[in-house]
């Protein structure tokens, strides 16, 4: 079973910066695809980023040109660059693994990082 903790959140002023880790153990890393997700309160978490064991990277409309999602299969790690941060990106954010299963493990998630975006 792997094991995610994620890191790097915190409270930041609309156009700043941050950047997540994620660190994954006791499992297979590259073969997987990554994903970042986030969770609102009182909202369904939602799928940000993506990027797959080739590299390839998607992200939703709204983070798009914003956010940039990358891997390091040696460190076991999956980062989320964060520019030009807004306040409706304020949530928890979490990491997994195959992001696009349709239904992902609820024993299978990290406790994720607060980002919080204000004045």
């Known amino acids: 079973q792997v094991q995610l903790v994620e890191s790097g959140g915190g409270l930041v002023q609309p156009g700043g910066s941050l950047r997540l880790s994620c660190v994954a153990s006791?499992?297979?890393?590259?073969?997987?695809?990554w994903g970042w997700f986030r969770q609102a309160p009182g909202k369904q978490r939602e799928l940000v980023a993506v990027?797959?064991?080739?590299?390839?990277?998607n992200y939703r409309d709204s983070v798009n040109g914003r956010f940039i999602i990358s891997r390091d299969n040696d460190k076991k790690t999956v980062y989320l660059q964060m520019n030009s941060l807004k306040p409706e990106d304020t949530a928890k954010y979490y990491c997994?693994?195959?992001?696009?299963?349709?239904?992902?493990?609820?024993?299978?998630w990290g406790q994720g990082t607060q980002v919080t975006v204000s004045s």
């Open positions: 006791g499992s297979i890393f590259n073969i997987y695809a």
């Open positions: 997994n693994k195959e992001p696009l299963r349709p239904n992902i493990p609820s024993g299978s």
């Open positions: 990027i797959t064991n080739g590299g390839s990277t």
